[in-house]
Antibody, heavy 120, light 107 residues
Framework: QVQLVQSGAEVKKPGASVKVSCKTS????????IHWVRQAPGQGLEWMGW????????NYSQKFQGRLTITRDSSATSAYMELSGLTSGDTAVYYC?????????????WGQGTLVTVSS | EIVLTQSPGTLSLSPGESATLSCRAS???????LAWFQQKPSQAPRLLMY???SRATGIPDRFSGSGSGTDFTLTITRLEPEDFAVYYC????????FGQGTKVEIK
């Protein structure tokens, strides 16, 4: 069965960086992009970016350009989201989600979420 | 950037009633790249509908989606207790985005 398992909660100081991993299994890794979505406490969903897991090329929301790096390791069937220059406004649950493909809708499978807390 | 605006913000209904949720896009969506998600507290979003009107695996037929261009609707008939949650629409073109959500609460 398809699974996306994320790394554990993180507490970071302002100005630091955080890297969250998303380990996938149960399907062909290169066949589906991986998206990253975040949700601040009590707020809505915010799309951050995605990575083409086949060629490793990312696509970022304008809001996070210059601060967000999404990578993948095909041998580990994992994707990674690194956000730098953290502020309290980056405190959120970060989710990875599987993109679509022929006969497979996008965002059907999600990781369990990783809480990132930014606090001095 | 396409902005999605959902209405109403909150819908107060009783079990057994029907819910109609609206999602309006700031520009016409090319293709049918419109999805709906359900989210309950402390859970990841759950895909309900994609391609405007296709139900995701395991989603009961009391959920239906419709619309085109800039106006889209999620309809839930015969609300069950487990349907009370927050619902988000999403356009999943090259730069996906979500609406701000509609909370369906028990009246």
């Amino acid at each position: 069965q398809v699974q996306l398992v994320q790394s554990g909660a993180e507490v970071k100081k302002p100005g630091a960086s955080v890297k969250v991993s998303c380990k996938t299994s149960g399907y062909t890794f290169a066949s589906h992009h991986i998206h990253w979505v975040r949700q601040a406490p009590g707020q809505g969903l915010e799309w951050m970016g995605w990575i083409n897991t086949g060629n490793g090329i990312p696509n970022y929301s304008q809001k996070f350009q210059g601060r967000l790096t999404i990578t993948r390791d095909s041998s580990a069937t994992s994707a990674y989201m690194e956000l730098s220059g953290l502020t309290s406004g980056d405190t959120a649950v970060y989710y990875c989600a599987r993109g679509g493909a022929m006969n497979a809708p996008p965002f059907e499978y999600w990781g369990q979420g990783t809480l990132v807390t930014v606090s001095s | 950037e396409i902005v999605l605006t959902q209405s109403p913000g909150t819908l107060s209904l009783s079990p057994g009633e029907s819910a109609t949720l609206s999602c309006r896009a700031s520009q016409s969506l090319t293709g049918t790249y419109l999805a709906w998600f359900q989210q309950k507290p402390s859970q990841a979003p759950r895909l309900l509908m994609y391609g405007v009107s296709s139900r995701a695996t395991g989603i009961p037929d009391r959920f239906s989606g419709s619309g085109s261009g800039t106006d889209f609707t999620l309809t839930i008939t015969r609300l069950e207790p487990e349907d009370f949650a927050v619902y988000y629409c999403q356009q999943y073109g090259s730069s996906p985005g979500f609406g701000q959500g509609t909370k369906v609460e028990i009246k």
